[in-house]
């Protein structure tokens, strides 16, 4: 098995008898209406890639792990004359990914579900599927001759891992994103000292989780990918400089391995666009020329700008005062449509305020707890939460050409919030589609239903919790005791205080922790019980 890093989270696996496409994202006008770029560059392998899934004799595959653009590059996709590969994708229950590769006309689209198979002579390919809320992606693992990859690129599916490792067997090459991809604490109007620490806060979370992973997977090479894009519009570019963000480089990764994992870390590989790995061997056989090491990134950077700036100049318009007058109304109808289908409102304590920064007398004010969307001249809430952008960026969401959560990971817009505290009802409903908010609430609802309870321990007491993280449903008996006290949530590292109840102080959700008491000896034997 050879492995070619196509850059970001794309990768070229060829076996024996088959040859697998992941997530391409090669075209040179980025992703998220241009704000994210690949870093490095890679545009230069688009024929390569071209040539395989077009020609090569082997079967030929093409993964596309979920809809984020950084993944799913439809601009690269239609480049492609011949179309006679497979398309392996997950079946979620939004179906737009799918309608989207029967329009492309794929010849054969193998929609899997959790954990399918997917065969061909001498291996399989195999998906693993989360699909909740506003969260549908899918991680990959290919077999074939005799080894094993695994690739989790974004798919939080780490309470799963030891389930995974133990019926697929060693797994040789591992990879999972290790930085951020969020808009928090991004576009938020925090002060430097907050952003710093918010920041740390999530890098050192995202570390803790890859440790833990390979500490179950126990893989002989791990692949950095999945890391930080770069931004390079100009009104962006600064986010690249930044002293602590949650965008590291796979150095700032490795370093914390080496440290926490106490010398028992895989082979740590950060590979550049073109490299390829034996998988047999657990070496790179061809490396590409073009190094971006941490001394000469910020002139890369610089010059990599400079060849884009075509890019974002062709995308600045000007609008008359009319267009901006009916981009507000169409705004203020679309969150009207939206909360008429948001069967979760009542949970929503916080108004919503959205503004364009050309009408700064008229926000949109969406009130949950009454339904009703007006338009009001300025904030009057104490707690609420405010979303600020430009109309040119926002009416390319109302005319489709990004989807909302595209829009949010533009980072094109200004947030704040009061209190400072997560609400996932008020994120989902910001970040999904109209259509899908009425599956995101029954999905909402489904993971909540379920009541079965578990028992953790930490410093020495026993505590019952509910089995499954009221999130986004992960296996709380994956997760592990901070702190002597707090249950962390294996996929998004939310953090239960089992002496204060089970609540998590970040947004205000609970485990219902009940303490039972001291643990006893017959206690210590007892599997799936998260302890220091």
């Not at 999945?226 to 390079?232: D, K, V």
Request: proline content about 5%.
């Amino acid at each position: 098995m050879q492995i070619t890093f196509l850059g970001h989270a794309g990768f070229l696996v060829e076996t024996q008898h088959a040859l697998v496409v992941a997530d391409p994202w090669l075209s040179p006008y980025g992703a998220f209406d241009s704000a994210w770029m690949q870093f490095p560059r890679n545009h230069d392998l688009a024929p390569m890639v071209r040539e395989k899934l077009e020609h090569s004799p082997k079967e030929r595959f093409l993964y596309i792990s979920h809809e984020h653009k950084d993944h799913y590059d439809p601009e690269f996709l239609r480049t492609l004359t011949k179309r006679d590969f497979t398309v392996v994708i997950g079946r979620f229950r939004r179906t737009a990914l799918r309608d989207d590769f029967v329009a492309y006309g794929a010849k054969r689209i193998v929609t899997c579900e959790d954990s399918q198979e997917v065969p061909f002579k001498g291996g399989y390919l195999k998906l693993f599927l989360t699909d909740s809320g506003t969260n549908r992606d899918s991680a990959l693992l290919v077999q074939a001759d005799g080894q094993c990859f695994l690739n989790l690129n974004d798919c939080k599916i780490h309470d799963r891992l030891p389930a995974i490792v133990a019926e697929e067997g060693p797994i040789d090459v591992f990879t999972a994103q290790f930085s951020g991809a969020i808009w928090h604490p991004t576009c938020y109007d925090y002060s430097r000292e907050e952003y710093a620490e918010h920041s740390r806060q999530k890098r050192g979370s995202k570390f803790e989780a890859v440790a833990r992973a390979m500490e179950t997977v126990q893989p002989r090479v791990y692949l950095a990918s999945a890391g930080p894009a770069c931004f390079l519009d100009p009104s962006l570019f600064h986010i690249n400089l930044e002293p602590v963000n949650i965008f590291p480089r796979a150095s700032e990764l490795f370093t914390f391995l080496q440290q926490r994992l106490a010398g028992k870390t895989p082979r740590l590989l950060e590979p550049m666009p073109g490299d390829v790995l034996d998988a047999g061997i657990g070496d790179m056989v061809s490396l590409a020329p073009e190094r971006v090491t941490d001394e000469n990134v910020s002139q890369y950077l610089r010059n990599y700008a400079a060849l884009t700036t075509r890019v974002f100049r062709e995308r600045r318009r000007n609008l008359m005062l009319e267009e901006v007058d009916l981009i507000h109304q169409r705004l203020r109808e679309e969150m009207q449509q939206k909360l008429d289908a948001f069967s979760l409102a009542d949970r929503v304590m916080t108004p919503l305020y959205l503004g364009l920064l050309e009408l700064p007398g008229q926000l949109i004010r969406v009130d949950f707890r009454s339904r009703r969307v007006e338009v009001v001249r300025e904030v009057r809430d104490l707690s609420r939460y405010t979303l600020i952008s430009s109309a040119p960026d926002i009416v390319r969401v109302l005319d489709r050409k990004l989807n909302w959560e595209d829009f949010l990971l533009s980072f094109r817009f200004r947030a704040s919030r009061a209190p400072d505290v997560y609400d996932a009802s008020l994120h989902n409903f910001l970040a999904a589609e109209i259509e899908d908010l009425r599956a995101m609430c029954d999905t909402t609802l489904a993971t909540e239903s379920r009541k079965e309870r578990t028992v953790v321990t930490a410093s020495g007491q026993r505590y019952a919790v509910n089995r499954y993280c009221p999130h986004q449903g992960a296996d709380l008996r994956e997760g592990w005791i901070e702190e002597g006290r707090y249950l962390v949530c294996p996929r998004h590292r939310w953090r239960f205080d089992l002496q204060d109840g089970g609540s998590c102080g970040t947004n205000g959700c609970s485990v219902k922790a009940e303490c039972l008491g001291k643990e006893k000896d017959e206690d210590k034997h007892e599997e799936h019980r998260p302890t220091l």
